[in-house]
């Protein structure tokens, strides 16, 4: 029975001894072309994410009515300790930052923007002064000002800037009656407003998720029951256009906003796509390659001749060979693979130039989504590099790019071969999507069972109770070949990159958690075939 090792780091050597396996070039399977392969199994389980810990960027904007009328409605300003009651509860969450906003006709104090210092918050929401007349236009626009401002600078940050995807933009809107000055056509333009900084922020600038809520303080209208319903209409709908909750307080009293916003951003997780995929191999028309700088080019393409007797590169034969042991033989940004399949006629990118990528310098292997393109070569490519699966069809852009489908668009229903398996289930299992044989598929698929092995309950009888999916994977028959070594790993050495993907079950589409670890196997000396994968990294 073979041994079962276990993976405690995020890059594992395990060692496989090598074995010859014969595999079909003809009608026989007993005649076919010998090459050197062996395989491996990763077997393990894993929890998916726990939904009650709070580690998605979530903004807050707490946009508050100061106007004249305040004076009558919350004299004692029980809406300004509200807010910051709200603001400490909320402030232990370190991916939380929060944004103050006291309008009236104008925007009469703020933070500027974001912030976690709680001196500066405290500064201005005690600072406040109830004057003027309400324009709520005024006060939505700074708002939507701030989160793009915050955005930006997020941009900038390569730290942060993949984190935009799972940002969750929330508007606290307070007030006790109705803009000034009024009517249909402010009403209408205050919609519109709402509409177009969802808009802005979800379509154009790709956060996860827009919320609006709304807060109504309705003491000096009730007795005014045409501009009672006029408000409470108003503010409905300000909040359902933004996705978001209405609120109504009768008197200055049952202020609360704590438990009102749900923070969390969902209840439970669940999996997307699981991919494991040895970089080292390549399927071929009838068998598969070894691919020793994982660049995507096998060793007798990048050589265009054969090896001498002593197993090494003759320079005088090899003429415009790239080197089968560095990924980027001319060190630009831009893979030996990517710079063939990328270039035109005239040799536009040239993968003996490197002085035609135009990639900054110091940024040549930089991968920030880990997905197998650098940076370089995904802005070239056009595909994200914040994002390892751009198209969002399960299979990272890297792992497409290498295996000949666009990671521009997604593959559920493409069939390059016509053989009845989708691009992205042959890619998934390492088959070749252009070669319909049913035998050839068989015989180099990987194998995956995956299964669902039921919810955990986390921290029960707490205040941070979760639930989390125990998920089962083995995923089997993946080869490995004797590498030759490159300027990162040692002969015989095959890196098998493992992705896993998870969203909200009640945000699907939305932007997944990626995990992912890298297994290193060599294929010389004797040690276990399967592998029990329990770590992985976060993306």
Known sequence: ?????????????????GCAILVSGCSSPDLELAQSRSKVTLTGEFLTENPDVINFPIRISLAIDCSGSMMGSDPEGA??????????????????????????NTISRTTGGFTRDLEAIEGVLFNYNN????????????????????????????????????????????????????????????????????????????????????????????????DYNTAVNLMTNMANMGNGIYTEFENDEDIEFINIVDMRLTVEYQVKFIIAFNTNVRPGNEIVYVDSDGDGLTDEEELDVDFNHNGRIDPEEVGRATNPMLRDTDNDGLSDFFERKMSTIDNALDPLNPADSGCPFGAETMDRDRDGLTDCEEVIKGTSYNNPDTDSDGIPDGIEFNMGTNPLEAQFMNDSDFDGVPDWLEVQRHTNVRINDDKIR???????????????????????????????????????????????????DNLIRFFIAEVPEDMPNS?????????????????????????????
């Not at 068989?442 to 639930?467: C, H, P």
């Not at 089962?472 to 490159?486: A, E, K, L, V, Y």
Request: proline share 2%.
């Open 442 to 492: 068989a015989r180099y698929s990987y194998y995956y069972d995956i299964r669902d092995l039921g919810l955990i309950e986390l921290n029960q009888g707490t205040e941070y109770q979760s639930k989390r999916r125990n998920i089962f994977f083995n995923i089997s028959n993946i080869d490995i070949m004797r590498t030759q070594g490159s300027d990162t790993f040692l002969p015989g």
């Open 1 to 17: 029975m073979d041994e079962v090792m276990s993976v405690n780091s995020n890059l594992l050597r395990v060692i496989i001894v």
């Open 79 to 104: 809406r300004i300790q509200a807010a910051w009651d709200f603001i400490q509860t909320y402030h232990d969450y370190e991916s939380v930052k929060f944004d103050v906003i006291l309008w009236n």
């Open 511 to 539: 932007n997944p958690v990626y995990r992912v670890a890298d297994i290193v196997v060599n294929y010389f000396d004797t040690q276990s075939r399967i592998i029990n994968v329990d770590s992985f990294e976060a993306l």
């Open 131 to 226: 004057t003027s007349t309400t324009n709520y236009i005024n006060a939505i626009q700074t708002a939507e000002q701030h989160f793009l401002a915050e955005i930006a600078d997020m941009r900038n940050d390569n730290a942060q800037s993949a984190n935009i995807a799972r940002m969750k933009c929330i508007v606290m809107f307070f007030s006790d009656g109705l803009p000034d000055p009024g009517g249909s056509i402010v009403i209408n333009e205050i919609y519109n407003t709402i509409q177009d900084m969802e808009e802005h922020l979800v379509e154009e600038q790709g956060v996860a998720l827009f919320n609006f809520h709304t807060f109504f303080l309705s003491t000096l209208l009730q007795a005014n029951v045409a």
